[in-house]
């Protein structure tokens, strides 16, 4: 994975091996289906035809799996890369939000913030001056409840 890419473009999240397997699989299906078109055609024998119609269906499994497989593994390729850019987005606000002596339950938000949130809330990860106060204290100070981190207790 140290191979240079141009800067502003991103590296594809597929490997030069698996283009190659799913342009083979696909290779296979069309394949396939031309087979069946042919063997099936020219003949009135269903007899004959079955197993033509049979190649070419397991010709279109083969390669609809090839497909499901390459999107599979890019998808778990982006998932990775994105673990490595961000990190745990959940797991690093809680962390965070405990790190500054706040417990897991409180409400809380900062001086200059119109809303308060649950600690554990990713708006308030990583801000600094967050204090925690009751529903009603926050409410006094002008600010109104989470709408992603609901702390009224709505979740
Ligand atoms: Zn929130």
């Not at 140290?2 to 696909?26: I, N």
């Not at 490595?84 to 001086?111: I, K, M, R």
């Not at 990713?122 to 992603?148: T, Y």
Request: charged share 10%.
């Amino acid at each position: 994975m140290s191979a240079t890419h141009p800067v502003g473009v991103a590296p594809s999240p597929w490997t030069a091996g698996q283009r190659l397997v799913l342009a083979v699989l696909l290779v296979v299906g069309v394949g396939g289906l031309l087979a069946g078109y042919t063997g099936t055609s020219g003949t009135l024998r269903v007899g004959h035809q079955v197993v033509w119609i049979d190649l070419a269906g397991a010709a279109l499994l083969v390669s609809g799996a090839g497909v499901i497989l390459f999107l599979t593994a890019g998808r778990r390729a982006i998932g990775q890369r994105r673990l490595g850019l961000f990190g745990n987005v959940v797991e690093g606000g809680a962390a965070a939000a405990l790190a500054t002596g706040v417990a897991a339950g409180d409400l809380v938000s900062a001086p200059t913030m119109t809303k308060y949130h649950r600690a554990d809330c990713s708006f308030v990860a990583g801000k600094a001056g967050v204090v925690a106060a009751s529903a009603a204290g926050h409410e006094q100070a002008g600010r109104r409840p989470c709408g992603v981190c609901l702390p009224g207790g709505d979740a």
